[in-house]
């Protein structure tokens, strides 16, 4: 599985080191040479799936990063510190970084941290499902848009995976009731197209992959269309 990982690092030098330690690892280097590309990067692409940040950077450092990216995602972040700062390290944990790594650092440990990370995410990739933007993590009901996680309830979650599995096709309302909630389910038909519409919504720019087939129902084109 291909793994992109976004390196923020103000020294040119440095970057390019730890570029190479990624190629040579296997996986794709992305750089950015202060925290605000860094931020732009993340945000403008939707496959990051690690972040290493640099402390010490012009613009937003680390932390401001750090923290902008956790208002949105839960993407694994690895910092890196100065050998001597300490208060920035057990800070950036506290902010949610997932690990830290001292600067200068030993390749054997930078490595093996790195991987470790990477066994992780390519653990949870198996149990992902992938359609244009929208990436859902199944074992943990978590669902991913445009880079940006969603909160979904049970009910919008099962609606949202009900049609990624059944792509392309049109389902009726009576169909998605019947999938849904239920057979034995009581209610106003027109609840389909309420929960529909919140779903939409919350998934933003992604919430057109849900068509609205006039007369017949809804149908989930996952991929983007030009003339949409």
Not at 143 to 150: E, R, T
Not at 176 to 185: A, E, M, P, Q, R
Request: aromatic fraction near 8%; proline fraction near 2%.
């Amino acid at each position: 599985m291909d793994i992109k990982i976004l390196i923020a690092e103000d020294d040119v030098v440095f970057r390019e080191l730890i570029c190479d330690i990624v190629r040579k690892e296997g996986y794709t280097p992305i750089e950015a040479c202060d925290g605000k590309e860094a931020i732009d990067i993340f945000f403008g692409l939707n496959d990051i799936d690690l972040l290493i940040l640099d402390i010490m950077m012009p613009i937003y450092d680390g932390i401001e990063v750090l923290k902008e990216i956790r208002e949105k995602s839960d993407v694994p972040v690895i910092i890196l510190t100065a050998l001597d700062d300490e208060k920035n390290e057990v800070f950036g944990l506290e902010k949610g970084a997932d690990d830290y790594i001292a600067k200068p650092f030993s390749y054997k440990v930078f490595t093996a941290r790195l991987n470790k990370i990477v066994r992780k995410l390519n653990k949870e990739k198996v149990n992902e499902i992938v359609t244009g933007n929208i990436r859902i993590n199944q074992e943990k009901h978590k669902v991913i848009a445009n880079n940006l996680q969603v909160k979904l309830n049970n009910k919008e979650y099962s609606l949202l995976t009900y049609f990624i599995k059944n792509s392309e096709r049109i389902l009726s309302r009576d169909q998605i009731l019947n999938k849904v909630w239920g057979y034995d389910f009581c209610g106003d038909i027109r609840t389909v197209d309420t929960h529909i519409k919140t779903l939409r919504a919350k998934l933003l720019e992604c919430g057109k992959y849900i068509k609205t087939v006039r007369g017949s129902g809804y149908m989930f084109e996952g991929k983007d269309h030009e003339n949409n």
